[in-house]
């Protein structure tokens, strides 16, 4: 059997905020997000795109007909407010039939539905049927990369004032060469560089500047959000520097870290060299090959 696991609500908040060129939850086999509450607390509030798991008459839990647990990437399961794999709850009775049939692990969310609504009030709906259309169009979140503190985004995440509001947005780093996005320059809550998405460029000489702005909010604990064009090379090159710079993390920890909160990210190989060299900045010691195919 694949076992459970829990699955913190930042870690469910991300992989509902997941995409490529539209969100990846408008795929077959990419997430079911299972609601073991009952059907009242269900009706009256649950997760976007969640289905309430169904019992037989003997109060078991059915495996969902409509869903390849064998082929799905991510399997999350809920109750109120399950917070350990050690004791029987309706989300770990759940849990323990459908990992009969899945090759991955279950996730269990932390703390069940209310931390997680509590977290992130914006996610919660009534709405029980989704139309293929209405999830291929709908708009994910900037990545959260530390929880409530940093995101990590594109340029219409960070043009868009609802997710500013939803996610108490103080401040942006821009490296993309649009012009200004929610704040403004002069308004100090917008350190911008226009910065294009190439080798060539020096984004080494504005790594002090940047990871020092994206600090003075957070250490107040003020939310910030990094960003560029597609919210993949340039923003994500700037996040690892600075985890790195912050955290003394090396370049290796900071890459694993920021890829689990946003798997498509990718810098290019001029800001991966960089991203080297600003290690051995920091460590005195370039301690990640980046001759890895990894990188």
Request: proline share 5%; aromatic share 12%.
């Amino acid at each position: 059997m694949a076992g459970l696991v829990l699955c913190e609500p930042t870690e469910l908040y991300n992989i509902l905020n997941q995409f490529n060129k539209c969100s990846r939850l408008a795929e077959l086999n990419y997430l079911c997000l299972l609601d073991a509450r009952t059907k009242s607390e269900y009706n009256e509030s649950h997760i976007i795109t969640a289905k309430r798991v169904l019992q037989n008459e003997n109060g078991e839990y059915l495996c969902p007909t409509s869903v390849e647990l064998e082929s799905l990437k991510y399997c999350v399961v809920y109750d109120g407010n399950s917070d350990t794999l050690g004791k029987g709850t309706p989300a770990i009775d759940c849990a323990r039939i459908l990992e009969q049939r899945s090759r991955h692990p279950i996730r269990i969310l932390k703390g069940g539905y209310e931390k997680f609504s509590a977290c992130y009030y914006f996610f919660r709906t009534k709405k029980i049927l989704w139309m293929p259309k209405e999830i291929e169009d709908f708009q994910p979140y900037p990545a959260e990369i530390i929880p409530g503190l940093l995101y990590m985004g594109n340029f219409r995440q960070a043009c868009d004032p609802q997710i500013q509001k939803d996610l108490k947005i103080q401040a942006h780093v821009s490296v993309s060469e649009e012009p200004a996005t929610f704040f403004s320059t002069e308004s100090g809550r917008l350190y911008y560089i226009p910065l294009p998405d190439c080798t060539e460029f020096d984004l080494l000489f504005y790594l002090p500047a940047i990871c020092n702005f994206i600090g003075s909010y957070l250490v107040s604990g003020l939310a910030v959000l990094v960003c560029s064009r597609f919210g993949i090379s340039r923003s994500s090159s700037v996040v690892m520097a600075y985890f790195m710079y912050q955290y003394r993390w090396t370049l290796q920890a900071a890459w694993m870290h920021v890829q689990k909160c946003r798997n498509n990210m990718r810098p290019n190989r001029g800001f991966v060299k960089q991203l080297s060299d600003w290690e051995m900045q920091i460590h005195r010691v370039a301690i990640t090959d980046i001759s890895d195919p990894n990188y």
